[in-house]
């Protein structure tokens, strides 16, 4: 600021008597000009300061149609109004809101397959906990899950809740259905979901394993009714919901199929499980 530096160097200058180029003291007339210019000085100064505080104001004033131009862009149609507070604060989110359709009990020799086929016309990955005494016989299945790029988990071997087993027996139900998955697909099992929801987490040969629980159970192996549980899960689904099914039943098979349908509109997409629990 020019009128600061002038205004110090003047006054420095008073301080040390007002002297000339040769060290004279100078005439009257000259140290009541010069200080009557200190004195405009200052007048300028604390004025510049004022209308700093004016420019902080000024700042507010063009901050003012930022406003303007939010509230503007609120302006848009009712429908669209509505859906705005979520799409500002979670617009990426709203992109891949997820979900998970997972299959329990497989895999079975008609309806995996079948539920293969229609998630593969869909693009949709799933997540299948397979039972070990299941797989014999349907190997070729089992593959073709892994191939697609869906996540295979284990399910036990006989369907056992684990807290009423000993230790020894439930590593057995574990570790046996996990190295039979293995040896089809080559890849590890990384993922459990233990029947009845009973998991024992005391159990040392489960320590690599990590639950996957759900938040929907279709109860489909009660129902039965393909139209019921698409009424169900539509209705009840929210983002990063873990759905529990089971690729046992024919109405599961064509519920599900509806329900990625329906849900894909809504903007879901479908991931497999651990996407879900590892955020
Ligand atoms: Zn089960």
């Known amino acids: 600021m020019p009128a600061l530096s002038a205004y110090i160097y003047m006054k420095e200058y008073m301080e040390t008597g007002m002297k000339d180029?040769?060290?004279e003291p100078l005439p009257a007339w000259k140290k009541g000009l010069l200080t009557a210019a200190l004195g405009l000085l200052a007048v300028t100064?604390?004025?510049?300061?004022?209308?700093?505080r004016t420019g902080d104001g000024g700042r507010r004033e063009?901050?003012?149609p930022a406003y303007g131009e939010r509230?503007?862009?609120?302006?848009?149609?009712a429908g669209e109004e509505a859906e705005s507070p979520r799409s500002r604060t979670s617009g990426e989110s709203r992109e891949s809101k997820r979900i998970a359709l997972t299959f329990d009990?497989?895999?079975?020799?008609?309806y995996t397959e079948r539920l293969l086929d229609g998630l593969a016309e869909r693009g949709v990955k799933a997540t299948f906990f397979l039972l070990?005494?299941?797989?014999e016989g349907n190997e070729e299945i089992v593959r073709r899950i892994a191939e697609e790029g869906h996540l295979i988990g284990?399910?036990?071997?006989?369907?056992?809740?684990?807290?009423?087993?000993t230790?020894?027996?439930a590593c057995a139900e574990i570790q046996d259905t996990s190295r039979k998955i293995t040896e089809i697909t080559g890849q590890p099992v990384e993922y459990v979901r233990p029947p009845f929801g009973n998991w024992n987490r005391e159990l040392e040969c489960e320590v690599m394993m990590i639950p996957i629980f759900w938040s929907v159970d279709t109860l489909d192996w009660s129902t039965r009714n393909a139209d019921r549980l698409v009424d169900q899960v539509v209705s009840e689904a929210e983002e990063n919901d873990i759905i529990l099914m089971h690729d046992s039943y024919d109405s599961t098979v064509k519920a599900a199929l509806r329900i990625v349908d329906l849900l894909q509109a809504e903007g879901y997409e479908f991931v497999t499980a651990d996407e879900l629990i590892l955020e």
Do not use: F, M
Request: proline share 7%; net charge negative; charged share 15%.
């Open 62 to 64: 063009l901050a003012a």
């Open 21 to 23: 180029r040769k060290g």
């Open 167 to 169: 230790q020894e027996e």
């Open 154 to 165: 284990n399910h036990t071997w006989y369907h056992v809740d684990i807290t009423t087993l």
């Open 45 to 52: 100064l604390a004025a510049g300061v004022r209308s700093g």
């Open 105 to 110: 009990d497989g895999p079975h020799p008609v």
């Open 71 to 77: 509230a503007s862009e609120g302006a848009v149609p």
């Open 132 to 135: 070990g005494c299941n797989i």
